[in-house]
C-alpha cells in the first residue's frame, strides 16, 4: 500500500516542478522587453527622404564655351589671353561649396555691356520631418513671391498661360540680385545704384503711355513651365545714375533641392537704345535649359 502511494506523489511532484521552472522563464523574457524600450521612443516613425542633389558642380564650368561666346559678344575682339581670363569667370565667395556657389562673367563691347550671373543653392532641411525638397519648395515660394508675379486669377492678368502682366516689372526686382553669393560685387552691375527707373519689359518708362498689348505679349514677369519643377521669369529695364539703360533678365528653377538663378543684363553704348526683351529672354531661357539637362544627368 505505500508503495503505491508513493508512486503517485512522484509525478504530482514533478508537474509542479515543471510549472515553476516556466513560470521562471516567463517571467525573464517579459523583463528583458520592457528594459530594450526607451521612454517616449516611437518605433513606427521615419525621417523626411533627403533630396536628390549631395552636392553641386562648380560654377563657373557649367556653362558651355559656344553659350558664353553667344551671351558675350564683347569677347570676340579681346586678345586670346584676355578671351580665355573672360570665359573662365569670376567664382563667387561661398564658404560651403556642398551648399551654394556662383560665377559672374563680364564683358564690354563698342556697342553694349553684358554681364552673366549664376547662383546654385543646394537646400537642405534640418528637420527630420521636413525633407530636402519640401524646405526647397518653400525657399523657392519666398523667391516668387518677391519678383511680385501677377496671379492668373487676376482680372489684369493675360488669358494665356503666363499669369503675369506686363506692369509687374515695374515693382520688381531681379530675383537672385542679392541672394547670388558676389553678386552685389560684380563689376559692372549697375543695378546696384540708388533710385533706378523701373521700365516695363517693353520699354516704356513707368507713367508713361502703356504700348499696345501686342508689343508686350509673352514678354511679361511670368511663371514658365517648362523648366524643373518650377520656375518663373522676371524682366526689368532701369535707368541708374547715367542716361544709358539697362535690362535684366532674371530666371529662377528649382529641381529637386537645388534652386537655380540665371541673371543675365545689357546696358547698350548708347542712351536712346533700348536692349531688346525677348532676344534676352530667349538667351537666358536658353542657358536655364542647358542647366536642367546638366542637373539631371
Known sequence: MQLKAR??????????????VAGCTAGSGDDASAGDSKPGETTTATAAQPGKYRT????????????????????ASLPEDQQEKAYQGTAAVTYDTDRRVGCSWKA????ASNQLVLDFERVVSYDPAVSDDTRAQEVYATKEAGAHLAPSSSPSSSSSSSPGTPGASGTSGSPGASDAPGASDAP?????????????????PSGSPSPSASSTEGLEPRVLDDLGDAAFLDDVLARSGSAAQH?????????????????????????????????LQ????GLARTLVDQLNE
Open 7 to 20: 508512486r503517485a506523489y512522484v509525478p504530482g511532484l514533478a508537474a509542479l516542478l515543471v510549472a515553476a
Open 56 to 75: 553641386l558642380r562648380e560654377a563657373c564650368g557649367a556653362v558651355p564655351r559656344a553659350t558664353l561666346k553667344d551671351l558675350l559678344p564683347g569677347t
Open 108 to 111: 564690354d563691347s563698342p556697342a
Open 188 to 204: 559692372g552691375d549697375s543695378a546696384a545704384a540708388p533710385g533706378p527707373q523701373t521700365v516695363s519689359p517693353s520699354g516704356t
Open 247 to 279: 535690362r535684366t533678365v532674371s530666371v529662377v528653377f528649382r529641381t529637386s533641392n537645388v534652386i537655380v538663378t540665371v541673371r543675365y543684363t545689357e546696358q547698350p553704348a548708347l542712351s536712346t537704345e533700348a536692349p531688346d526683351s525677348k532676344e
Open 282 to 285: 530667349d538667351k537666358a531661357r
